[in-house]
């Protein structure tokens, strides 16, 4: 009975010194170093001249990489047990490292180039990437009405370039689908002059009508409208959690405002009651 309840009373202390060690800061910049090296180690491992050198010694250190991973992994497992599970980084490491332990042989040798997904566990490790990666997900209900925005305008500009543009360049007009192509290349800017304006300026001498404007709306106003939401987002979270922290020191503040008053109310009826025994006092010798 007294080996139980000592092992229960260590349990507890064992998950706690874990908790500290896996949240400490040393930790965490030893967990971005390998993270760091894994990254490296995976893109020599794309030159055949590296490995025809040192592939042996890659590959060894890209498993020995992956042991101290899934170590991490199961000793923050430990510490926390189902609040890693309820924690959405958990979840997202725990898929990276389960894929890294895939077969990469047969049918299954697609799998080993998903390996270079343990760089992304980056993201979940370092605040500031964490922060970033939070406010494009709170982003996303805008970002999808500016998407919206954006297949409608795709739609509406391919048909009417279907039509005008269509019997002259079909190679770029020819269909519905490969004029919203061609808007794509459009928007991106690349190689859209000798590309895709030329050609249609030969028989269309007022193309310009129509690229020039589909330009403007699409490259510098509809993609700025996606930046402008991720910055809001950015700064709307930037700024609940300084609520969130300023709201936490005046809490403690109040509390230990609170806490000496309590103080100086003890002391003052101390000196009271002390003041009433002195009073007692002079009145019996009296």
Do not use: C
């Amino acid at each position: 009975m007294q080996e139980v309840l000592s092992t229960q009373d260590l349990a507890p202390t064992s998950r706690a010194r874990a908790a500290r060690l896996v949240t400490s800061e040393g930790f965490q910049r030893v967990v971005v170093g390998l993270i760091l090296l894994n990254a490296v180690t995976l893109g020599l491992e794309t030159s055949d001249t590296v490995m025809a050198g040192f592939g042996p010694v890659l590959e060894f250190i890209d498993g020995a990489l992956l042991l101290l991973f899934t170590a991490e992994l199961a000793l923050r497992i430990f510490a926390f047990r189902g609040r890693f599970f309820r924690d959405p980084w958990g979840i997202f490491d725990l898929l990276v490292i389960g894929i890294s332990w895939a077969p990469s042989g047969g049918d299954l040798a697609v799998l080993r180039s998903l390996r270079v997904l343990r760089v992304l566990r980056l993201l979940s490790v370092v605040p500031s990437l964490r922060n970033v990666v939070g406010a494009m997900l709170a982003a996303l209900p805008g970002m999808g009405s500016i998407v919206l925005l954006m297949g409608l305008m795709f739609y509406v500009s391919g048909v009417m370039a279907t039509k005008l543009f269509g019997e002259s360049v079909p190679e770029k007009f020819g269909s519905l689908g490969d004029s919203i192509f061609t808007l794509f290349q459009l928007m991106t800017l690349e190689g859209w002059v000798d590309d895709i304006v030329k050609p249609a300026l030969e028989n269309h001498p007022w193309a310009l009508l129509f690229f020039i404007p589909f330009i403007v709306i699409s490259t510098f106003v509809v993609l700025n409208l996606f930046l402008g939401v991720i910055v809001e987002s950015i700064q709307t979270l930037r700024e609940t959690r300084e609520s969130a922290d300023a709201g936490a020191a005046q809490a403690a503040t109040d509390a230990a405002a609170s806490a000496a008053h309590a103080d100086s109310g003890m002391l003052l009826s101390e000196l009271r009651a002390l003041r009433a025994e002195v009073a007692a006092l002079r009145a019996e010798r009296g």
